[in-house]
Protein backbone atom coordinates (compact mmCIF):
# COMPACT_ATOMS: atom_id res chain seq x y z
CA UNK A 1 0.00 0.00 0.00
CA UNK A 2 0.75 3.60 -0.33
CA UNK A 3 2.81 5.11 2.30
CA UNK A 4 4.25 8.32 4.22
CA UNK A 5 6.54 8.07 6.90
CA UNK A 6 7.39 10.81 9.20
CA UNK A 7 9.03 10.08 12.77
CA UNK A 8 5.98 10.45 15.28
CA UNK A 9 8.29 10.67 18.16
CA UNK A 10 9.04 14.76 18.66
CA UNK A 11 12.61 16.45 18.14
CA UNK A 12 13.81 18.12 20.86
CA UNK A 13 17.24 19.87 20.19
CA UNK A 14 18.73 22.93 21.73
CA UNK A 15 18.53 26.78 20.27
CA UNK A 16 21.01 27.44 17.67
CA UNK A 17 21.35 23.86 16.50
CA UNK A 18 20.23 22.31 12.69
CA UNK A 19 17.12 20.77 12.97
CA UNK A 20 16.66 17.66 10.12
CA UNK A 21 13.30 16.10 9.84
CA UNK A 22 12.35 12.96 7.71
CA UNK A 23 10.24 12.56 5.12
CA UNK A 24 10.32 8.46 3.64
CA UNK A 25 7.74 7.08 1.23
CA UNK A 26 6.87 3.85 -0.76
CA UNK A 27 5.22 3.21 -3.50
CA UNK A 28 5.06 6.44 -5.04
CA UNK A 29 6.54 8.42 -7.88
CA UNK A 30 5.93 12.08 -6.81
CA UNK A 31 5.79 14.44 -9.28
CA UNK A 32 6.75 17.14 -6.10
CA UNK A 33 6.94 16.69 -2.28
CA UNK A 34 6.12 20.01 0.04
CA UNK A 35 6.75 20.55 3.63
CA UNK A 36 4.19 22.62 6.03
CA UNK A 37 4.44 23.70 9.54
CA UNK A 38 1.18 23.46 11.48
CA UNK A 39 0.83 25.60 14.86
CA UNK A 40 -1.29 23.60 17.43
CA UNK A 41 -4.79 24.84 16.97
CA UNK A 42 -4.04 26.17 13.29
CA UNK A 43 -4.39 25.08 9.77
CA UNK A 44 -0.41 23.87 8.03
CA UNK A 45 1.34 26.79 6.59
CA UNK A 46 3.05 26.01 2.92
CA UNK A 47 6.86 26.47 3.77
CA UNK A 48 8.73 24.98 0.62
CA UNK A 49 8.34 22.78 -2.54
CA UNK A 50 10.62 20.15 -4.14
CA UNK A 51 10.22 19.00 -7.47
CA UNK A 52 11.44 15.45 -8.44
CA UNK A 53 14.17 16.40 -10.96
CA UNK A 54 15.52 18.98 -8.13
CA UNK A 55 18.33 17.50 -5.57
CA UNK A 56 17.54 20.85 -2.78
CA UNK A 57 15.88 23.69 -2.27
CA UNK A 58 16.50 26.43 -0.15
CA UNK A 59 14.76 29.51 1.39
CA UNK A 60 16.08 31.05 4.08
CA UNK A 61 17.39 29.03 7.36
CA UNK A 62 15.16 26.15 5.75
CA UNK A 63 16.50 23.20 3.43
CA UNK A 64 14.85 20.59 1.87
CA UNK A 65 16.32 17.72 0.07
CA UNK A 66 14.77 15.26 -2.22
CA UNK A 67 16.10 11.73 -3.27
CA UNK A 68 14.45 10.06 -5.79
CA UNK A 69 16.17 6.45 -5.24
CA UNK A 70 16.09 6.42 -1.59
CA UNK A 71 12.09 7.35 -1.94
CA UNK A 72 13.28 10.41 1.37
CA UNK A 73 13.17 14.12 1.68
CA UNK A 74 15.01 15.70 4.23
CA UNK A 75 14.10 19.27 5.83
CA UNK A 76 16.65 21.08 7.62
CA UNK A 77 15.94 24.46 9.96
CA UNK A 78 19.87 25.84 10.61
CA UNK A 79 20.04 27.94 13.47
CA UNK A 80 16.87 26.85 15.20
CA UNK A 81 14.79 29.03 17.34
CA UNK A 82 12.28 28.57 19.61
CA UNK A 83 9.51 30.28 17.29
CA UNK A 84 10.64 26.98 15.04
CA UNK A 85 8.60 24.86 17.60
CA UNK A 86 5.68 23.13 15.61
CA UNK A 87 4.88 19.91 13.27
CA UNK A 88 6.24 19.83 10.08
CA UNK A 89 4.08 17.97 7.52
CA UNK A 90 5.67 16.45 4.26
CA UNK A 91 3.03 15.89 1.75
CA UNK A 92 3.03 14.52 -1.88
CA UNK A 93 1.33 15.24 -4.91
CA UNK A 94 1.22 11.65 -6.38
CA UNK A 95 -1.31 12.43 -9.46
CA UNK A 96 0.03 15.99 -10.43
CA UNK A 97 -3.02 17.65 -9.93
CA UNK A 98 -2.50 18.50 -6.21
CA UNK A 99 -3.68 15.47 -4.95
CA UNK A 100 -1.33 16.02 -1.77
CA UNK A 101 -0.82 12.63 0.28
CA UNK A 102 0.23 13.80 3.61
CA UNK A 103 2.70 12.40 6.37
CA UNK A 104 1.23 12.29 10.04
CA UNK A 105 3.80 15.14 10.99
CA UNK A 106 6.83 15.08 13.13
CA UNK A 107 6.69 17.60 16.11
CA UNK A 108 9.91 19.90 17.00
CA UNK A 109 10.53 21.09 19.87
CA UNK A 110 13.35 24.22 20.31
CA UNK A 111 14.78 24.85 23.64
CA UNK A 112 16.32 28.16 24.59
CA UNK B 1 -7.43 39.77 2.28
CA UNK B 2 -8.78 36.94 4.40
CA UNK B 3 -7.43 33.80 2.32
CA UNK B 4 -9.44 30.73 3.70
CA UNK B 5 -12.22 30.71 5.44
CA UNK B 6 -14.23 28.36 7.82
CA UNK B 7 -17.26 28.24 9.83
CA UNK B 8 -17.97 27.38 12.39
CA UNK B 9 -14.62 27.04 14.61
CA UNK B 10 -16.12 24.65 17.18
CA UNK B 11 -19.35 22.48 16.93
CA UNK B 12 -20.84 19.59 19.31
CA UNK B 13 -23.63 17.01 17.38
CA UNK B 14 -25.77 14.62 18.39
CA UNK B 15 -25.66 11.40 16.88
CA UNK B 16 -27.53 11.42 13.83
CA UNK B 17 -27.70 15.15 13.83
CA UNK B 18 -26.63 16.97 10.11
CA UNK B 19 -24.91 19.90 9.60
CA UNK B 20 -22.93 21.91 7.20
CA UNK B 21 -19.72 23.48 7.43
CA UNK B 22 -18.80 26.30 5.22
CA UNK B 23 -15.64 27.01 3.47
CA UNK B 24 -14.82 30.46 1.42
CA UNK B 25 -11.69 31.36 -0.18
CA UNK B 26 -10.56 35.10 -1.81
CA UNK B 27 -7.71 33.97 -3.34
CA UNK B 28 -9.89 33.28 -6.91
CA UNK B 29 -7.93 29.78 -6.57
CA UNK B 30 -10.05 27.11 -8.78
CA UNK B 31 -9.23 24.02 -6.86
CA UNK B 32 -10.95 23.48 -3.22
CA UNK B 33 -10.57 20.52 -1.05
CA UNK B 34 -11.72 19.30 2.22
CA UNK B 35 -9.04 17.50 4.57
CA UNK B 36 -10.21 15.46 8.38
CA UNK B 37 -7.41 15.30 10.68
CA UNK B 38 -7.33 12.92 13.27
CA UNK B 39 -4.27 12.09 16.29
CA UNK B 40 -2.07 9.61 14.84
CA UNK B 41 -3.72 9.76 10.82
CA UNK B 42 -2.57 12.89 9.87
CA UNK B 43 -4.24 15.14 7.33
CA UNK B 44 -6.66 12.97 5.09
CA UNK B 45 -8.44 14.13 1.68
CA UNK B 46 -12.35 13.78 2.30
CA UNK B 47 -13.65 15.35 -1.13
CA UNK B 48 -11.98 17.97 -3.52
CA UNK B 49 -12.97 20.31 -6.43
CA UNK B 50 -10.89 20.72 -9.48
CA UNK B 51 -12.96 23.70 -10.73
CA UNK B 52 -16.61 25.50 -10.18
CA UNK B 53 -19.57 22.56 -10.76
CA UNK B 54 -16.90 19.67 -10.16
CA UNK B 55 -16.69 17.62 -7.32
CA UNK B 56 -14.22 14.22 -6.34
CA UNK B 57 -14.06 11.93 -3.77
CA UNK B 58 -10.88 11.77 -1.85
CA UNK B 59 -9.50 8.93 0.63
CA UNK B 60 -12.42 9.14 2.94
CA UNK B 61 -15.69 10.13 1.74
CA UNK B 62 -18.01 7.75 3.41
CA UNK B 63 -20.26 10.10 5.51
CA UNK B 64 -19.95 12.92 3.62
CA UNK B 65 -21.73 15.19 0.70
CA UNK B 66 -20.16 18.28 -0.53
CA UNK B 67 -21.00 21.11 -2.67
CA UNK B 68 -18.76 23.78 -4.91
CA UNK B 69 -21.50 26.76 -4.59
CA UNK B 70 -19.45 28.81 -6.88
CA UNK B 71 -15.94 29.90 -7.23
CA UNK B 72 -15.35 31.08 -3.60
CA UNK B 73 -17.49 28.51 -1.61
CA UNK B 74 -17.31 25.03 -0.69
CA UNK B 75 -19.13 23.23 1.78
CA UNK B 76 -18.98 19.91 3.39
CA UNK B 77 -22.36 18.11 4.80
CA UNK B 78 -22.73 15.20 7.27
CA UNK B 79 -26.26 13.82 6.91
CA UNK B 80 -26.16 11.98 9.88
CA UNK B 81 -23.58 12.69 12.26
CA UNK B 82 -21.28 9.51 13.68
CA UNK B 83 -19.21 9.62 16.82
CA UNK B 84 -16.44 8.34 13.93
CA UNK B 85 -16.61 12.01 12.48
CA UNK B 86 -15.70 13.15 15.45
CA UNK B 87 -12.63 15.14 13.94
CA UNK B 88 -11.11 18.76 12.80
CA UNK B 89 -11.78 19.35 9.46
CA UNK B 90 -9.80 21.71 7.23
CA UNK B 91 -10.92 23.39 3.86
CA UNK B 92 -7.97 24.38 1.74
CA UNK B 93 -7.40 26.22 -1.46
CA UNK B 94 -5.08 26.15 -4.60
CA UNK B 95 -4.14 27.71 -8.03
CA UNK B 96 -3.67 24.63 -10.50
CA UNK B 97 -3.84 26.51 -12.94
CA UNK B 98 -0.23 28.50 -13.42
CA UNK B 99 2.78 27.47 -11.63
CA UNK B 100 2.09 27.91 -7.74
CA UNK B 101 1.55 24.46 -6.62
CA UNK B 102 0.55 24.93 -3.42
CA UNK B 103 -2.94 24.93 -0.45
CA UNK B 104 -3.41 27.34 1.47
CA UNK B 105 -5.68 25.99 4.44
CA UNK B 106 -8.17 27.46 6.87
CA UNK B 107 -7.90 27.74 10.49
CA UNK B 108 -10.60 24.39 10.84
CA UNK B 109 -13.28 23.83 11.97
CA UNK B 110 -13.04 21.09 15.66
CA UNK B 111 -16.07 18.88 15.62
CA UNK B 112 -17.49 16.56 18.15
CA UNK B 113 -20.32 13.68 17.90
CA UNK B 114 -22.12 12.72 20.88
Known amino acids: SQKIEQNSEALNIQEGKTATLTCNYT??????LQWYRQDPGRGPVFLLL?????KEKRKERLKVTFDTTLKQSLFHITASQPADSATYLC???????????FGTGTRLLVSP | NAGVTQTPKFQVLKTGQSMTLQCAQD?????MYWYRQDPGMGLRLIYY???????DKGEVPNGYNVSRLNKREFSLRLESAAPSQTSVYFC?????????????FGPGTRLTVL
Open chain 2, 92 to 104: ASSDTSGSTDTQY
Open chain 1, 27 to 32: NYSPAY
Open chain 1, 50 to 54: IRENE
Open chain 1, 91 to 101: ALDITGFQKLV
Open chain 2, 27 to 31: MNHNS
Open chain 2, 49 to 55: SASEGTT
